[in-house]
Protein backbone atom coordinates (compact mmCIF):
# COMPACT_ATOMS: atom_id res chain seq x y z
CA UNK A 1 0.00 0.00 0.00
CA UNK A 2 1.43 2.93 -0.74
CA UNK A 3 2.20 5.95 1.98
CA UNK A 4 -0.89 8.15 0.68
CA UNK A 5 -3.37 5.38 0.39
CA UNK A 6 -2.46 4.15 3.83
CA UNK A 7 -3.04 7.70 5.45
CA UNK A 8 -6.28 8.17 3.50
CA UNK A 9 -7.19 4.55 4.78
CA UNK A 10 -6.23 5.76 8.39
CA UNK A 11 -8.07 9.12 7.93
CA UNK A 12 -11.00 7.44 7.08
CA UNK A 13 -10.71 4.97 9.51
CA UNK A 14 -10.01 8.17 11.95
CA UNK A 15 -13.45 9.55 11.06
CA UNK A 16 -15.31 6.44 11.66
CA UNK A 17 -14.09 6.76 14.98
CA UNK A 18 -14.12 9.86 15.66
CA UNK A 19 -17.97 10.08 14.00
CA UNK A 20 -18.93 7.11 16.53
CA UNK A 21 -17.74 9.42 19.05
CA UNK A 22 -20.23 12.44 18.17
CA UNK A 23 -22.73 9.94 17.79
CA UNK A 24 -22.42 8.32 21.13
CA UNK A 25 -21.60 11.80 22.68
CA UNK A 26 -24.37 13.00 21.29
CA UNK A 27 -26.76 10.58 22.17
CA UNK A 28 -25.38 10.46 25.57
CA UNK A 29 -26.54 14.28 26.37
CA UNK A 30 -29.70 13.29 25.03
CA UNK A 31 -30.56 10.91 27.67
CA UNK A 32 -29.02 12.64 30.48
CA UNK A 33 -31.46 15.86 29.45
CA UNK A 34 -34.30 13.43 29.17
CA UNK A 35 -33.27 11.40 32.45
CA UNK A 36 -33.47 15.27 33.96
CA UNK A 37 -36.49 16.15 32.53
CA UNK A 38 -37.98 13.30 33.76
CA UNK A 39 -37.02 13.20 37.30
CA UNK A 40 -37.78 16.75 37.40
CA UNK A 41 -41.34 18.93 38.09
CA UNK A 42 -41.23 22.11 36.39
CA UNK A 43 -40.09 24.56 38.76
CA UNK A 44 -41.72 27.99 37.98
CA UNK A 45 -38.82 30.63 36.89
CA UNK A 46 -37.52 32.63 37.61
CA UNK A 47 -35.54 30.98 40.48
CA UNK A 48 -32.49 33.30 42.53
CA UNK A 49 -30.05 31.33 45.00
CA UNK A 50 -27.32 33.26 46.93
CA UNK A 51 -24.58 32.32 49.35
CA UNK A 52 -25.05 33.24 53.11
CA UNK A 53 -27.11 34.83 55.03
CA UNK A 54 -26.96 38.16 53.44
CA UNK A 55 -28.22 36.87 50.38
CA UNK A 56 -31.41 37.21 51.55
CA UNK A 57 -31.72 40.93 51.58
CA UNK A 58 -29.42 40.40 47.99
CA UNK A 59 -31.90 37.84 46.51
CA UNK A 60 -35.22 40.29 47.65
CA UNK A 61 -33.49 43.03 45.96
CA UNK A 62 -32.85 41.47 42.47
CA UNK A 63 -36.20 39.58 42.72
CA UNK A 64 -37.54 43.43 42.53
CA UNK A 65 -35.61 44.43 39.61
CA UNK A 66 -36.60 40.87 37.85
CA UNK A 67 -40.00 41.42 38.74
CA UNK A 68 -40.31 44.86 37.63
CA UNK A 69 -38.88 43.81 33.97
CA UNK A 70 -34.95 44.94 34.15
CA UNK A 71 -32.57 42.93 32.79
CA UNK A 72 -31.28 40.28 34.46
CA UNK A 73 -27.39 41.48 34.75
CA UNK A 74 -29.01 44.61 36.20
CA UNK A 75 -31.16 42.33 38.67
CA UNK A 76 -27.68 40.74 39.89
CA UNK A 77 -25.51 43.53 39.96
CA UNK A 78 -28.13 45.74 42.26
CA UNK A 79 -28.74 42.61 44.03
CA UNK A 80 -25.17 41.98 45.62
CA UNK A 81 -24.84 45.22 45.72
CA UNK A 82 -26.90 45.30 49.00
CA UNK A 83 -24.41 43.56 50.77
CA UNK A 84 -21.18 45.18 48.82
CA UNK A 85 -22.61 48.55 50.17
CA UNK A 86 -23.24 47.01 53.61
CA UNK A 87 -20.73 48.03 56.13
CA UNK A 88 -21.74 45.56 58.43
CA UNK A 89 -21.20 42.15 56.15
CA UNK A 90 -17.31 41.97 56.62
CA UNK A 91 -16.75 39.71 53.73
CA UNK A 92 -17.94 41.87 51.03
CA UNK A 93 -17.41 45.40 48.96
CA UNK A 94 -17.43 48.57 51.61
CA UNK A 95 -16.88 47.27 55.44
CA UNK A 96 -15.15 44.27 54.24
CA UNK A 97 -11.89 43.54 56.50
CA UNK A 98 -8.33 44.21 54.44
CA UNK A 99 -5.14 42.34 53.91
CA UNK A 100 -2.46 42.27 55.90
CA UNK A 101 -1.58 46.19 55.12
CA UNK A 102 -5.11 47.21 55.89
CA UNK A 103 -5.60 47.82 52.89
CA UNK A 104 -9.49 46.93 51.57
CA UNK A 105 -9.04 44.65 47.85
CA UNK A 106 -11.99 42.75 46.28
CA UNK A 107 -12.65 40.71 43.62
CA UNK A 108 -15.57 40.14 41.69
CA UNK A 109 -17.22 38.43 38.03
CA UNK A 110 -20.31 38.39 36.72
CA UNK A 111 -20.90 35.66 33.80
CA UNK A 112 -24.21 35.34 31.40
CA UNK A 113 -25.99 32.56 29.57
CA UNK A 114 -23.90 33.65 26.16
CA UNK A 115 -21.03 33.09 28.58
CA UNK A 116 -20.27 36.32 28.13
CA UNK A 117 -17.96 37.51 31.43
CA UNK A 118 -16.44 40.06 32.81
CA UNK A 119 -13.91 40.23 36.00
CA UNK A 120 -12.02 42.56 38.25
CA UNK A 121 -9.40 41.42 40.96
CA UNK A 122 -7.45 43.20 43.46
CA UNK A 123 -9.48 46.41 42.93
CA UNK A 124 -9.01 49.03 45.43
CA UNK A 125 -11.25 51.90 46.14
CA UNK A 126 -14.76 51.03 44.85
CA UNK A 127 -17.67 50.01 46.57
CA UNK A 128 -19.17 48.07 44.21
CA UNK A 129 -16.60 45.90 42.04
CA UNK A 130 -19.50 43.75 40.39
CA UNK A 131 -20.78 46.76 38.85
CA UNK A 132 -17.17 47.39 37.15
CA UNK A 133 -16.76 43.51 35.84
CA UNK A 134 -20.67 44.18 34.36
CA UNK A 135 -18.73 47.03 32.32
CA UNK A 136 -15.66 44.87 31.79
CA UNK A 137 -18.26 42.44 30.31
CA UNK A 138 -20.22 44.64 28.03
CA UNK A 139 -17.50 47.48 27.28
CA UNK A 140 -13.88 45.63 26.58
CA UNK A 141 -12.92 42.94 24.35
CA UNK A 142 -11.34 41.45 27.35
CA UNK A 143 -12.98 39.33 30.43
CA UNK A 144 -10.60 40.40 33.85
CA UNK A 145 -9.02 43.70 34.50
CA UNK A 146 -6.90 43.85 37.97
CA UNK A 147 -5.24 46.28 40.17
CA UNK A 148 -4.81 49.91 39.19
CA UNK A 149 -5.58 48.78 35.68
CA UNK A 150 -9.27 47.79 36.99
CA UNK A 151 -9.13 51.04 39.05
CA UNK A 152 -8.49 53.43 36.62
CA UNK A 153 -10.74 52.02 33.74
CA UNK A 154 -13.55 52.20 37.01
CA UNK A 155 -13.02 55.84 37.35
CA UNK A 156 -12.94 56.31 33.46
CA UNK A 157 -16.57 54.95 33.72
CA UNK A 158 -17.71 57.40 36.24
CA UNK A 159 -17.06 55.16 39.30
CA UNK A 160 -15.97 56.99 42.72
CA UNK A 161 -13.07 56.21 44.58
CA UNK A 162 -14.03 56.30 48.47
CA UNK A 163 -12.06 54.55 51.47
CA UNK A 164 -13.70 51.10 52.16
CA UNK A 165 -11.74 50.60 55.59
CA UNK A 166 -14.14 51.48 58.20
CA UNK A 167 -13.68 51.94 61.52
CA UNK A 168 -15.07 48.76 62.46
CA UNK A 169 -12.97 47.06 60.51
CA UNK A 170 -9.63 49.20 61.04
CA UNK A 171 -10.38 48.15 64.93
CA UNK A 172 -10.42 44.46 63.71
CA UNK A 173 -6.94 44.97 61.54
CA UNK A 174 -5.28 47.17 64.52
CA UNK A 175 -5.91 43.27 66.57
CA UNK A 176 -4.96 41.15 64.35
CA UNK A 177 -1.95 42.82 63.95
CA UNK A 178 -1.08 42.95 67.71
CA UNK A 179 -0.07 39.32 66.83
CA UNK A 180 -0.16 38.88 62.85
CA UNK A 181 -1.02 35.16 62.76
CA UNK A 182 -2.78 34.13 59.67
CA UNK A 183 -5.12 31.85 61.28
CA UNK A 184 -7.98 31.78 58.76
CA UNK A 185 -11.28 30.94 61.05
CA UNK A 186 -14.16 29.02 59.48
CA UNK A 187 -17.17 30.27 58.80
CA UNK A 188 -16.91 33.19 60.31
CA UNK A 189 -17.28 36.80 58.77
CA UNK A 190 -13.48 36.55 57.53
CA UNK A 191 -14.27 35.39 54.60
CA UNK A 192 -18.21 34.73 52.94
CA UNK A 193 -18.10 35.79 49.35
CA UNK A 194 -21.61 36.43 48.06
CA UNK A 195 -22.10 34.23 44.64
CA UNK A 196 -25.62 34.97 43.29
CA UNK A 197 -27.25 32.32 40.66
CA UNK A 198 -30.05 33.56 38.54
CA UNK A 199 -32.30 30.95 36.53
CA UNK A 200 -34.87 34.09 34.77
CA UNK A 201 -38.36 34.04 33.17
CA UNK A 202 -36.65 33.32 29.90
CA UNK A 203 -35.12 30.19 31.08
CA UNK A 204 -31.53 31.79 30.78
CA UNK A 205 -28.90 31.57 33.19
CA UNK A 206 -26.71 33.88 35.09
CA UNK A 207 -23.93 34.65 37.52
CA UNK A 208 -22.36 36.92 39.89
CA UNK A 209 -19.57 36.66 42.83
CA UNK A 210 -17.94 39.69 44.83
CA UNK A 211 -15.95 39.51 48.06
CA UNK A 212 -13.23 41.15 49.71
CA UNK A 213 -11.65 37.80 49.90
CA UNK A 214 -9.88 36.36 52.83
CA UNK A 215 -9.66 38.66 55.72
CA UNK A 216 -5.61 39.06 56.36
CA UNK A 217 -3.95 38.06 53.44
CA UNK A 218 -0.91 39.03 51.91
CA UNK A 219 -1.24 42.35 49.52
CA UNK A 220 -1.85 41.49 45.58
CA UNK A 221 -3.45 37.97 47.07
CA UNK A 222 -6.56 36.88 44.33
CA UNK A 223 -8.90 34.43 45.20
CA UNK A 224 -11.48 32.53 43.34
CA UNK A 225 -13.88 34.61 43.35
CA UNK A 226 -13.29 36.74 40.75
CA UNK A 227 -12.08 33.54 38.04
CA UNK A 228 -14.37 32.02 36.04
CA UNK A 229 -14.48 28.36 36.07
CA UNK A 230 -13.17 28.79 39.93
CA UNK A 231 -15.64 30.80 41.69
CA UNK A 232 -18.65 31.29 39.10
CA UNK A 233 -19.66 29.24 36.24
CA UNK A 234 -21.97 28.36 34.04
CA UNK A 235 -23.07 26.73 30.64
CA UNK A 236 -26.70 27.93 29.72
CA UNK A 237 -27.33 24.21 28.16
CA UNK A 238 -26.45 22.60 31.78
CA UNK A 239 -26.48 24.76 34.59
CA UNK A 240 -24.52 27.45 37.43
CA UNK A 241 -22.27 27.01 39.80
CA UNK A 242 -20.48 29.33 43.00
CA UNK A 243 -18.48 28.79 45.02
CA UNK A 244 -17.30 30.08 48.73
CA UNK A 245 -14.75 29.29 51.44
CA UNK A 246 -10.72 28.78 51.19
CA UNK A 247 -9.85 30.27 47.64
CA UNK A 248 -6.55 28.58 47.04
CA UNK A 249 -8.45 25.17 47.37
CA UNK A 250 -11.69 26.23 44.60
CA UNK A 251 -8.39 27.48 42.27
CA UNK A 252 -7.07 24.29 42.92
CA UNK A 253 -9.62 21.84 41.86
CA UNK A 254 -11.26 24.56 39.02
CA UNK A 255 -14.10 24.16 41.77
CA UNK A 256 -17.19 25.72 39.75
CA UNK A 257 -16.54 24.58 36.41
CA UNK A 258 -16.29 21.20 38.03
CA UNK A 259 -19.93 21.47 39.47
CA UNK A 260 -21.41 21.77 35.67
CA UNK A 261 -19.87 19.13 34.39
CA UNK A 262 -20.99 17.02 36.98
CA UNK A 263 -24.44 18.26 35.81
CA UNK A 264 -23.87 18.00 32.53
CA UNK A 265 -23.60 14.04 33.22
CA UNK A 266 -26.61 13.69 34.82
CA UNK A 267 -26.03 14.44 38.93
CA UNK A 268 -28.44 16.77 40.62
CA UNK A 269 -27.01 20.32 41.91
CA UNK A 270 -26.87 18.39 45.52
CA UNK A 271 -25.11 15.20 44.08
CA UNK A 272 -22.37 17.31 41.63
CA UNK A 273 -21.53 19.88 44.55
CA UNK A 274 -21.21 17.32 46.79
CA UNK A 275 -18.69 15.02 44.39
CA UNK A 276 -16.65 18.28 43.82
CA UNK A 277 -16.50 19.00 47.61
CA UNK A 278 -15.51 15.70 48.42
CA UNK A 279 -12.53 15.92 45.72
CA UNK A 280 -11.79 18.89 47.30
CA UNK A 281 -11.55 17.35 50.84
CA UNK A 282 -9.82 14.36 49.67
CA UNK A 283 -6.78 16.20 48.02
CA UNK A 284 -6.42 18.14 50.72
CA UNK A 285 -6.26 15.56 53.33
CA UNK A 286 -2.49 16.10 53.67
CA UNK A 287 -2.11 19.97 53.04
CA UNK A 288 -1.23 22.58 55.29
CA UNK A 289 -4.66 24.36 54.63
CA UNK A 290 -6.49 20.82 55.86
CA UNK A 291 -6.49 22.58 59.55
CA UNK A 292 -9.03 25.56 58.39
CA UNK A 293 -10.33 23.66 55.35
CA UNK A 294 -13.72 25.45 54.10
CA UNK A 295 -15.62 25.39 50.79
CA UNK A 296 -19.07 25.66 49.80
CA UNK A 297 -20.54 25.27 46.66
CA UNK A 298 -24.14 26.53 45.30
CA UNK A 299 -25.63 25.29 42.15
CA UNK A 300 -28.89 25.01 39.99
CA UNK A 301 -29.61 23.08 36.76
CA UNK A 302 -31.38 24.48 33.82
CA UNK A 303 -34.59 22.91 35.01
CA UNK A 304 -34.67 24.85 38.22
CA UNK A 305 -33.14 22.73 40.79
CA UNK A 306 -30.95 23.97 43.59
CA UNK A 307 -28.53 22.37 46.16
CA UNK A 308 -25.15 22.95 48.20
CA UNK A 309 -22.90 21.38 49.83
CA UNK A 310 -19.68 22.02 52.04
CA UNK A 311 -16.69 20.18 53.49
CA UNK A 312 -17.88 21.57 57.31
CA UNK A 313 -21.31 22.49 58.71
CA UNK A 314 -22.20 26.29 59.02
CA UNK A 315 -22.90 26.91 55.54
CA UNK A 316 -26.47 27.74 54.18
CA UNK A 317 -27.98 29.77 51.20
CA UNK A 318 -30.89 31.79 50.37
CA UNK A 319 -33.10 30.71 47.62
CA UNK A 320 -36.13 33.06 46.63
CA UNK A 321 -38.97 31.51 43.73
CA UNK A 322 -42.71 32.30 43.42
CA UNK A 323 -43.81 29.47 44.81
CA UNK A 324 -42.06 29.41 48.32
CA UNK A 325 -40.80 33.28 48.55
CA UNK A 326 -37.39 34.00 49.97
CA UNK A 327 -36.05 31.59 52.37
CA UNK A 328 -32.89 30.19 54.01
CA UNK A 329 -31.48 26.43 52.92
CA UNK A 330 -29.25 24.45 54.88
CA UNK A 331 -26.52 22.71 53.20
CA UNK A 332 -25.52 19.72 54.04
CA UNK A 333 -21.69 18.99 54.92
CA UNK A 334 -19.06 16.37 54.67
CA UNK A 335 -18.05 16.80 57.96
CA UNK A 336 -20.71 17.03 60.58
CA UNK A 337 -21.00 17.99 64.06
CA UNK A 338 -21.18 15.46 66.63
CA UNK A 339 -24.88 16.10 67.18
CA UNK A 340 -26.13 15.95 63.85
N1 LIG B 1 -13.65 32.53 48.26
C1 LIG B 1 -13.23 33.79 48.80
C2 LIG B 1 -11.74 33.94 48.66
O1 LIG B 1 -11.03 33.00 48.90
C3 LIG B 1 -13.61 33.99 50.21
C4 LIG B 1 -14.96 33.48 50.65
O2 LIG B 1 -15.71 32.92 49.93
O3 LIG B 1 -15.32 33.65 51.79
O4 LIG B 1 -11.30 35.02 48.38
Redesign the pocket.
Known sequence: MTNRRKFIKKAALGSVAISSLYTHASNTNEDVSTKNLLKTNVIKKPIIIS?WRHGLAANEEAWQQLKNKKPTLDAIVSGVGIPEGDPEVR?VGYGGLPDREGKVTL?ACIMDYNSDCGSVSFLQGIKHPIAVAKKVLEETPHVMLTGKGALQFALEKGFEEENLLTEKSEKRWKKWLEDSKYKPVINIE????I?MLVLDEEGNLYGGCT????AW?MHG?????PIIGA?LFLDNEVGAAA??????A?IRTAGSAMVVELMRQGKSPTEACKEIVERIYKKHLNHKDMAYLQ??FIAVNKQGEHGGYSIRPGFNYAVYDEEKGNRMEKAASKIVRKKD
Open positions: TSDNHDTSTSGAKRVGDSGATGLGEVVG
